[in-house]
């Protein structure tokens, strides 16, 4: 059986569906993403795959173990770190690692070498209180207490979030040497750029699939001519675009806007300049259109 497989899993808090039937599955020592505005439900996912909460229906299998019936077993087998920082603050760095090891009856010598190119950067700091601690040494210091114990799946729930840019690339290139250790990765952000580097994405809305497919195959999938324009009061021409009738769709991104024609024949005006979609062009046109999930995956 395959790292992770989910089968048909609804969550529901207070009435309210956290999670529609969701379906499916993560190969071996793969690069997985989870990307959808807050409150999509990533965090639900997480916590259920993770064992600390139950889904209403539907079945998951982390490392062809069952969530419900193994949580014990999962959770020697998996490493998860939460989006909100969830060590000992009052703990030094050290302590926290050993700490961790010790609870899975390890130690920090014998896996080592799984975080020594983290560690490096944070063992100048090793005496320093975890609460002190920057929120890029933050985010270092709880990946290690992740993998300490050498896990064969990782739950990271957006981990680079608030974090500098320079730290950010530092911990995608430090998954990437993960990845390359055999280990398995699910991994959430807020960022396109992160997403760009995972092997497969599955974009997720208001707790519904919308698509699961390879980054780059995101955006050649991109139905329509895309086109970019600019101008000196953006939510001005946003308003006057979206009221012009040939506008298909058109979205604010930065100090530009993104705008599709209900006809691909039109020959726009010059300002225009026709570009290729992003994977957040691509999320942005299906969460309008509804659910566009395909068969690849």
Known sequence: MKPIVVKHIEKSY??????????????????????????????????????????????????????????????????????????????????????????????????????????????????????????????????????????????????TTGVDPVSRKEFWQTLKKLQQQGITIMVSTPYMDEASLCDRILLIKEGSVLDIDTPSNMGSKFPKKLYKATGENIPQMLKALRENPAINTCFSFGDSLHLTFKDDNLHPEEQYVQIPASIEDYFMLISTMGNMKTDNH
């Open 14 to 159: 207070k009435g309210k569906r956290a999670l529609l039937p969701i379906d499916f599955e993560v190969e071996e020592g793969e690069l997985f993403g989870l990307i959808g505005p807050d409150g999509a439900g990533k965090t639900t996912l997480f916590r259920i795959l993770a064992t600390l909460i139950l889904a209403d229906e539907g079945e998951a299998f982390v490392d062809g173990l069952d969530v419900k019936q193994d949580f014990r077993q999962i959770r020697k087998c998996i490493g998860y770190m939460p989006g909100r920082f969830s060590l000992y603050q009052d703990l030094t760095v050290k302590e926290n690692l050993a700490f961790f090891a010790a609870v899975f009856s390890s130690n920090i010598d014998e896996n080592y070498y799984l975080i020594e190119d983290i560690y490096k950067q944070i063992e100048p700091f090793k005496n320093r209180r975890a609460g002190a601690l920057s929120g890029g040494m933050k985010q270092k210091l709880a990946l290690s207490c992740a993998m300490i114990h050498k896990p064969k799946v990782l739950f990271l729930d957006e981990p």
